[in-house]
């Protein structure tokens, strides 16, 4: 019986070192529904681009609203939050369905949504000076992706001219008051209204 | 003295029979046409520094120590490269987009920068994959101007 339960423990203790690695944290957490509201449906015409159906509209809005709650997570200096949003945010790229675009703008947006995806994986497993790299490739990716999709909500491209050694960094932003992602509590207001969208 | 023995059997019989188990190595004969160092013209120093402190993990051709064939330790390194070849593989590197390739520059320009890459469990076995100052400032040097012509 011992020399049983001895095995076991080598077996067991074997087994966890192969597995380990240096990120297994890809959470699962899901709590994206997948319901896509009606409301957008007399709005089409708003889209820049008549293709698409209301299904792939609804994904492109979840798409900006994970973003921009990520941006503000970021705002405040949670890193926690900003993880989650990561993973949220990585989940609702991975629903993105280009088909309804020209083949132009769809290989664009498959690139654009890959990178993006990537970026946002990242953040999900990183501390914050990390999470703020990716975010700001991830902001130019979603910033690309809006000029081609357009949006509904109205959005202010921000822009923060000190933050990576003074090459600056973009974001897209509901309110046109400045909240710096980059810096947090830090620089809160360091930045510019670059532009308004829609 | 008996308990002792016993699990002294018992892990050199695992240690053993895990030796079987087959592990993918991450080993090619040919440097592939969309090699970072075929697709760019490559400065000689940035050159070596890429290839002995990153392809290990980050391309299809890793150069394994004799240690690194043993069980379990190949299982750890497989995972470790698959990881890491995953975020960037160099070998792949003319298959990335324009944008991918600004990304991945960006990427390894904060991590060599930050001297997160290369990680420390592969820097302290292989010394010399630790990257000089001066290398360092050579890398970010080409990476910069690389990323500026994309």
Known sequence: MRKVRLTSIMVMALISLSTMSCKDTNKENNNDNHEHSEINQDKMDASNSAMNSNIQNSVEQKVLTNYIALKDALANDDNANAKELGVTLAQSLKSFDSSGFSSNEKLELIDIIEDATEHAEHIGYSDIAHQREHFK???????????????????????????????????????????NPYYGNKMLKCGEVKREIN | MKLVKIISWITLIIFAVIQFFPVNYNQSETIPQTDFMIVNKVPATVYKTLHVSCYDCH?????????????????????????????????VWGDYSDRRKKSKINSIMNQIESGEMPIYSYTVIHRNAIISKSDKEAVIKYMTSLKDSL
């Open chain 1, 137 to 179: 490739i991830l902001s130019k990716d979603i910033i690309d992706m809006v000029a081609i999709t357009g949006t509904k909500m109205k959005v202010y491209e921000h822009y923060c001219p000190m933050y990576d050694n003074k090459n600056g960094g973009a974001w897209l932003s509901m309110n046109e008051e400045i909240r």
């Open chain 2, 59 to 91: 391309s299809n051709n890793t150069s394994y120590p004799w240690y690194n064939k043993l069980q379990p330790v190949a299982w750890y390194l497989e995972k470790h490269i698959d990881n890491g070849k995953k975020d960037l593989n160099f070998s």
